[in-house]
């Protein structure tokens, strides 16, 4: 199956921006949920936000207090994280999954934050 490719991770220091991107090939993206997830050193992956094929339908994760905006643009066969206001705590490898697939998740894209 194939796999997703997140893009757009660095170091910011806190209060700033950064906006992440998942692309992934192939005719079928339009009609997938996007599922984004990190994972914090030395803590268990954790969800984070889910855009329906539509991007009609978007939950976050309560940690997220309002800062982090998904979208997508199917005709580009992309996701995007949005995360605002970031906090030391962000810091995480950030993965999107597509589908809810066991064998859609890419490599992750590391996102640190400096106080």
């Known amino acids: 199956q194939q796999q997703p490719v997140e893009s757009g991770g660095g170091t910011v220091q806190s209060g700033e921006s950064l906006r992440l991107s998942c692309f992934a090939s192939?005719?079928?993206?339009?009609?997938?949920?996007i599922l984004w997830y990190r994972q914090r050193p030395g803590k268990q992956r954790e969800w984070v936000a889910t855009?329906?094929?539509?991007?009609?339908?978007?939950d976050y994760a309560d940690f997220t207090e309002g800062r982090f905006t998904v979208s997508r643009d199917n005709m580009k066969n992309t996701a995007y994280l949005r995360m605002d206001s970031l906090k030391p705590d962000d810091t995480a490898v950030y993965y999107c999954?597509?589908?809810?697939?066991?064998?859609?998740w890419g490599q992750g894209t590391q996102v640190t934050v400096s106080s």
């Open positions: 999954n597509i589908g809810a697939s066991p064998g859609a």
């Open positions: 192939g005719n079928e993206f339009r009609i997938k949920t």
């Open positions: 855009i329906d094929s539509r991007g009609e339908i978007i």
